[in-house]
Nanobody, 115 residues
Framework: QVQLVESGGRLVQPGGSLRLSCAAS????????IGWFRQAPGKEREFVAR??????RYIDSVKGRFFISRDNVKNTVYLQMNNLKPEDTGIYYC??????????WGQGTQVTVSS
């Protein structure tokens, strides 16, 4: 069993940066793939980025702007988001599992990009 808590979301101007954190409790955190997803108002939830071991993957719209990393000592995964755009607005969720299926989800943190 893994419990996940996201933090770091807030209102930011276009072009700004944020770092989201996903703090995990439970066993064998380092063995899980961790993914970040987001859901914009009126839209379906979409995959943003994941890290599995040292391998990372991103959707095209955030490549070169977002960077995912993990600290297995602190049981935390980070999502560094740079050059934020209004279309990045949404609730950001982290999830733990395998690259095929995520079994554990956090409650989400709101990111709003607006001037």
């Amino acid at each position: 069993q893994v419990q996940l808590v996201e933090s770091g979301g807030r209102l930011v101007q276009p072009g700004g940066s944020l770092r989201l954190s996903c703090a995990a409790s439970g066993r064998a955190f380092s063995s899980y793939a961790i993914g970040w997803f987001r859901q914009a108002p009126g839209k379906e939830r979409e995959f943003v980025a994941r890290i599995s071991g040292s391998t990372t993957r991103y959707i095209d719209s955030v490549k070169g702007r977002f960077f995912i990393s993990r600290d297995n000592v602190k049981n935390t995964v980070y999502l560094q988001m740079n050059n934020l755009k209004p279309e990045d607005t949404g609730i950001y969720y982290c999830a733990a599992g395998t690259v095929i299926q995520y079994d554990y989800w956090g409650q989400g943190t709101q990111v709003t990009v607006s001037s």
